[in-house]
C-alpha cells in the first residue's frame, strides 16, 4: 500500500520521541492503518547539531516552509513550539490541505479557533491531544468518551513543573527558592520559570480543557490565574496539619450555562484523588452530570509519553485519511460563552493572619468575615513563634469569592492585621 | 435533519439510565451528530411493570425480535444480559446491517471475536465501552489513546462488589461474609454472588482489556482466576502491618511476544495509585513502554456511569453513520497468541504457615524456599494468639509463579507445617 508521508516541524525532546516511536513501532502502526508511515522531512533549527538519534541528513532541512511546502507530505507534525511565526506554518500547511497534528498549548490557547476553523474550512483534521497532560489521553477522553455526559467540574494537575516543587516543599520541608534551583537543575523547570510557577501554562491548559468540557470557546483571558511563587513551607506545613495538600490547581466549573476557570493554589484534602498525584506527574479529574468522578492520570510531559500522544493523533489522523472523512468530525464549540460572577462562585478558603497580640483582635476580626456573610468552619489563635504577634488561622466554609474579595480588601484597612500572611483555596 | 432511530433491548438499570441520557442530553447531542436520535422501540421483559421513568407503551414490546427487525431501527443498544439467546439477536442485527452497542461482558469475552468478525463482514460497527469499568473509557483509550504504544502491563480493579467488601473489611476489620450480607442488602452484590466473588467477572473484562491491549485474540481460558471467598480479616490485618492493601486484581502483563493473565487477591503497596481506590469505585492502571504509568479511575457499575460510555458508543456509531464509515475502523486483533509459561512469570509473594512450635521448624521452611531458587525479602515467626502454633509470615522477592508452586507441593507434604494459612500475590 501506499506510504502515508509526515514532515515533522521540530526535533527537540518530543520530536525525538516521534521519530522513535513512529520508526519503532513501524509494524505495529502499519497493520492498525494499513499502510507503512513514513517521516519525509524534518525541520530542524541547525543541521549540525548533535542528536540522540540517527537520521538521514538528505531528510532535515532549515527551512520550515520546505516541509510546509512539500506536495508529497500528507500530514504536517508540529512540536517546534512559539506561537505567531508558527501559527503561520500551521495556517498554510491547512491551506494546501495538509493535517495537522501538534503539541501546542500555547497555540492552541491563543489561537485555537482560528486555526480550528481553518481545518474545519479546507476539510483537514487538527489533533493535539499531546497539548494537555502529555501522555493522558484526556482530550479525546473529554471529546468521545464524556461525549453524552455534561460535564460540570474539571480540576487539573496539568503542570510537571510546578507539582514537581510542591511536592518537594511537602516531603522536605524545602523552601520555593530551593527547590525550584533543583528542579532547574534537574530540567525540569526553565532558566526563566515564569511561565510555569506563575500558572501561566496551567491557564492555557485549562483554557484547552474548559473548551472541550464545556463546549465553549474559553479564551485565555478567561482564566484566572494566580501562581506558587508565593507558596512558603511554612503554608504547607499549615496544609499538612490541617490535612491537605498544597496543589497548583486549575479548576473549570459549571453552573447552569455559566462557568468560570481558575488557576491557584489550592489546599486539596488528602483522601481527594488528586491529593496524592507526586512529582512531575499530571491528573485531570473530571466530574459529569452522569458518569460522576473519574481520573486520569500519568506522565504530563518528557519525550516519550508526549510522543505517544502525538503519534496516536498521527494514527486517527491517517485513518481518516484511508477513510477520506478527514476534518469531518470536528465540533465547533457551540455554548455561548457565559462566565459566572464572582458573586455566584463559591469554595472554601484557608486565611492566615498575623495580627497584634491583643484582648479583641479575633472578635473584630471575625466580625468581618460575619458582616459580608462569610461563616467559617475552624478558626485557630496562637503566639507566632518568632515575633510578638499573634498568628490567626480560619478556614471558612463556602463562601462566594466576591465576598471573599471584600473581606479581604476591609482587612486591608483593620490596624490589628499587621498582615494577610497568605489565602488559599480549600477543596475536598 | 433526519433523525436517527435506535432500538433498546433491555430497560433494567442501564437502559433506564440510556433513556435518561438520550432524552435529558438530547440538545446536546443532536448538535454533535447533527440530527435527533430517537429511541424508537425498547424490547422488556414485561411491559406492565412499574419502571421509574416515563415510556410511551406503544414504544415497548415484549418480543425482542420486533426491535430488531423493525426496519427503520438503525442502531441496536443492548443492556438486557445474558449469552447465548443475546448473541443470536446480535447476529441477527448485524445480519440486518444494525449496528451495535452493548454493555455485555459475557458476550464479549466469551464470543468476542465472532460478533466481532460478523459485524467486520457486514460494515457494522459494534461497540462495547460500558462492558468493562462501566464510566471510565478505557477501551476507546487502549484502541485510540494508545495506538502508538506498546502496553506491557495492565491492572485492573474492575469489580466494585469484591472492592467493596475488601475496603469495608480493611476499614472496619469486618469479616468477610459479615460485609457480603451487607453488600447484598445494598444491592452491590447479587443473592448469588459467586460470578463476583470468585473473579469470574473480573477475567471475563480481563479477557475483554488484555484482547485490546495485546491486540491478541485473548480467551476466557486464557485468564487464571482465584477470587476472594477466602481472604480474611486476619489476612488484610497483616496486609496493612506490612503496608498493603488487600485488592482483587486483574493483571495482564507482557514479556516480549508472550503474556499472561490472573485475577487474584494482591497486596498492593499502600504507595501505588491502585491501593487507595475504594469501594465500589474501578480503576484500571496501564504500562507503556513509551507513555509509562497511568491511571483511569471512575464508577465501575450504576445507572448513570454505565449509561454514559453506551451514549458515547451511541454517538460514535451516529457520526460514522454521518460519514458512511461504520465498520471500517475495526481492528482485528493480529499478534498470535502465546501465553507465557508459569517458569517465566514472576511476582513476589505473602506466605502465611501455621507450624509446629519447635526447634529447626524455620530452617525446614526456608531449605524448601532455598531448594526451589525462591529467595526471600522478609521472613518473622510469632506465637499465634489464640492456638499453640506458630506463625510464620513469608515475603518472598521475584518469584516465577512455577517454583511457587513447586514449594507448596512440598509445604502439603512437611509434616511440621499444620497449614498452609494464605498466599497472596503482592505488588509494587
Known sequence: MKPVKVGLLGLGTVGTGVVRIVEGNQEDLSRQVG??????????????????????????????WEVIRD???????????????????????????????????DLMALHGSEVLAKAQEKQCDIFYEASVAGGIPIIRTLIEGFSSDRITRIMGIVNGTTNFILTKMSQEGASYEEVLKEAQELGYAESDPTSDVEGLDAARKMAILGTLGF??????????VSGISKVTSEDIAFAKKLGYEMKLLGIAERQGD????????????????LASVNGVFNAVYVHGEAVG?????????????????????????????????????????????????????????????HVDDK????????????EFDVSLASVVQQPNEVNPDAEIIIVTHLASKASMKKVLEHFETLDVIRRIKSVYRVEG
Open 215 to 224: 463546549r465553549s470557546n474559553v479564551e485565555l483571558k478567561d482564566v484566572s
Open 359 to 370: 484582648a479583641g483582635v479575633l472578635a473584630r476580626i471575625t466580625q468581618v468575615f460575619a
Open 293 to 353: 468522578e473519574t481520573m486520569f492520570y500519568g506522565a504530563g510531559a518528557g519525550e516519550m509519553p508526549t510522543a505517544t500522544s502525538v503519534v496516536a493523533d498521527l494514527v486517527a489522523v491517517v485513518k481518516n485519511l484511508k477513510l477520506g472523512v478527514n476534518g469531518l468530525k470536528a465540533i465547533v464549540p457551540y455554548n455561548p460563552k457565559k462566565i459566572s460572577n464572582d458573586e455566584d462562585v463559591y469554595f472554601k478558603n484557608f486565611v492566615l493572619l
Open 35 to 64: 499502510s507503512p508511515i513514513i517521516i519525509e522531512k524534518i525541520a530542524v533549527k541547525n543541521i549540525e547539531k548533535y542528536r540522540s538519534i540517527e537520521v538521514e541528513t538528505a531528510k532535515l532541512t532549515e527551512d520550515p
Open 71 to 105: 506536495p508529497e507530505i500528507d500530514v504536517i507534525i508540529e512540536v517546534m513550539g512559539g506561537v505567531d511565526q508558527t501559527k503561520e506554518y500551521i495556517l498554510e500547511a491547512l491551506e494546501r490541505g495538509k493535517h495537522i497534528v501538534t503539541a501546542n498549548k
Open 258 to 273: 455559566e462557568f468560570t476557570i481558575n488557576v491557584q493554589p489550592t489546599m486539596v484534602r488528602k483522601q481527594h484523588p
